[in-house]
């Protein structure tokens, strides 16, 4: 088993940046793939960005490319998610999920076995 807590959000205006961290602690971190969610007020959570075990493949929504990066520090158990030229839309309780089944990239919910508490980002216009 592995718990999941996010932090690193906050309020920015559009334009602006942040970075999103999960750190986990449990079982082996490097055994789990990862991807970041997020949801909306009013809408369904939605797959952002994952990154493999060793972290040496990533994938990400068309939405965020070219603005978010996700990377991993297994030896410090932490994922990050780099967020650039933040939007309005942007605006969304971002979660972190971990897998611990072969595979990675997945964008189901119920792909993830794990998931953190969430952590608030606000992209002001």
């Known amino acids: 088993q592995v718990q999941l807590v996010e932090s690193g959000g906050g309020l920015v205006q559009a334009g602006g940046s942040l970075r999103l961290s999960c750190a986990a602690s449990g079982r082996t971190f490097s055994d789990y793939a990862v991807s970041w969610f997020r949801q909306a007020p009013g809408k369904e959570r939605e797959f952002v960005a994952a990154?493999?075990?060793?972290?040496?493949?990533?994938y990400y929504a068309d939405f965020v490319k070219g603005r978010f990066t996700i990377s991993r520090n297994n030896a410090k158990n932490t994922v990050y998610l780099q967020m650039n030229s933040l939007k309005p839309e942007d605006t969304a309780v971002y979660y972190c999920?971990?897998?611990?089944?072969?595979?990675?990239?997945?964008?189901?919910?119920?792909?993830?076995?794990?998931w953190g508490q969430g952590t608030q980002v606000t992209v002001s216009s």
């Open positions: 999920a971990a897998r611990q089944a072969a595979g990675w990239a997945k964008t189901r919910l119920t792909d993830y076995d794990y």
């Open positions: 990154i493999s075990r060793s972290g040496g493949l990533t």
